[in-house]
């Protein structure tokens, strides 16, 4: 999009013919003082907003996960009173489609154009590494609440960067250790050809492959497609023991409804990671009994913050969180918390970040703390779909921290 | 012969997504061929065809009724469109119906939007059809992919007949070749291009509706067929509806084997088997109807 620019067309010879009585001159400027005057002591009183700038799907496939980290986030705010630090907020917000293309437009938007101080976004991991760039170099702070890309805590790491969800390379890793002791020894690996599905797909044959197990084959289709079936045709032609898979949204829902369709779900176990199953049972129930997933949440911790905090979003929302929606309170959780620290001072910014990087979040999926890199290092769960939950197994693995392979960061 | 199965079933879904293909494209063809309109918003009909099924279908509770009405509806918008817009560019330049159909394009996106959302949607599978066959023993194949097959080759005939073996047929074949003289025997042309574009829309929207329930519903959704659909017409000669069958065809397969035995070349395949074939004939592989 390019902006136009209107022509100046004023010049002395459009000024009002009307004269202006000296009367009139008079009294409107007496006016223009009287307000100034009125108005300067609230102006001096309140601290200048927070300006958080929000960029995430509103349109799309991954639509529906921009609004529930959202919700969370409006939620931890609203728990403090609205204010962070003492300083209240003013929200920008800017859909970014999920289009890497457009995401330095996007970006800028939010950073040259409305001066954000904090750039909260986004779910696609391509669209991420647009908003780490121009966060890098404008040294803007940018949360990320959800996008996994492996590089944003790796060579493109940054002070001024943290996330509050996960890297690519976690929650699929302990997923090969489950398939591997459930005595599945061949898997078929299948997700989109982006920057989630490729780190995904390399992190789960690396924790497979180190319990002994052999991916025999990796299929992809290009993002967004959901035309499934030659691949479905493929797999059962290969007959690995098992399928490994990243999908997320509504591509997720789609693919397990479409497994069943093509008779393989009681033919070769499926599981994935945890975003096959998260905000998508409601549409594919039927077909989605059984499915083991491995995650950072899960539906029925056994932990009193969570079902506080399930109960809160469920009353206010009138729908049930995920783990898109913790990711989101989270975010506001660390920059409350980082605020407080530093007692609403946003313009220091060595000591707000460095009461980031010390944080520890008591967050509804359990308690977690920021790695080197600044990605959470947190339990992962392993969980199994009941009904419309993704109930709670077993930790499949604790306290895991994403390697940072390639941060020269601290 | 265990190695054949999987084989043919890969043939099986390529030769279903070429037949919707087909539907797409002949439309466009269609429209190229006999009316000399380049109409880039052909992408736009299949999506709104889709979003027609959604909207409809939840309103009736049943996919066929809503493919019936939809029907309909697509008729309308394509005599609609025909006479407020597409007939004052008849005989221009092709650069200003690209100009005109791209904002087409973009209106229809945003009218998109506005009444449908930006959501991604399902269309439920008739119950009639939403069971599944075994093929081998680990897989089974959906009915209702057959269905659609079965719907676009009962099509397909049905345009075979309508443009080789009726009046209609005639005038349109003659329209084509020779516009004064057509009108010059009595015939109004006028009617019959109208009668053309409704036809091509009208493909294109039943396409959408068919393949909603595989598919999903989802914005931009057109814009992906568009571009095959294009290569399919190039492929397959401008003009010739027997060339967008064979050429939707090979496209189908081609893309499907593509997926599955050429991974690293993904969506490329396509382009590399247009290239191939503009090498060999560059007018494509039929000559008009």
Known sequence: MSHTHTPSNTSIDALPATPVSRRRFLSLSGGVAAGTALSAPFVQAQPAKIKVGMMLPATGTFASLGTAITNGFRMAVAERGGKLGSREIEYFAVDDESNPAKAPENTNRLVQRDKVDVLVGTVHSGVALGM???????????????AGADDITGPMCSPNIFRTSFSNWQPVHPLGKVMAERGHKTAVWISWKYAAGDESGRSFKEGFEKTGGKVVKELGLPFPNVEFQ??????????PDAVACFFAGAGAAKFISDYAAAGLKDKIPLYGSGFLTDG???????????????????????SKR?????????????????????????TGLLLAQAMDSVKGDFGNKAALIKAMEGVKIDSPRGAWTMSKEHNPTQDIYLRKVEGEQNKFVSVAWKALADPGRGCRMA | MDHLAPILIQVLNGLQYGLLLFLVASGLTLIFGIMGVINLAHGSFYMIGAYFAWSLASYFGNLLTAIVVGIVLSVLLGLALERLLIRHFYGRDHLYQVLLTYGLILIFEQLRSLIWGDEVQGVKVPE???????LTDTLSYPVYRLVISAACVAIALGLHWLIRHTRLGMMIRAGAHNREMTEAMGINVRMLFAVVFSLGVALAALAGMLAAPVSSVYPNMGSQVLIICFVVVVIGGIGSVKGALVGALLIGLADTFGQVYLPQLAGMVVYLLMAAVLVFRPEGLFRKT
């Open chain 1, 306 to 330: 969570d079902q506080e905090f399930r109960l809160a979003y469920a009353k206010q929302f009138k729908m049930q969180p995920d783990v898109y929606a913790v990711q989101g309170y989270d």
């Open chain 1, 230 to 239: 030659p691949l479905l045709a493929e797999i059962a032609a290969i007959k």
């Open chain 1, 132 to 146: 780490a760039k121009i966060a890098k170099e404008t040294g803007t702070l940018l949360l990320i609440p959800n």
């Open chain 1, 280 to 302: 998508v049972l409601q549409a594919v129930q039927p077909q989605a009994q059984g499915l083991m997933t491995t995650l950072h949440y899960a539906d029925s911790l056994p």
């Open chain 2, 128 to 134: 009639l059809f939403n069971h599944s066959i075994a």
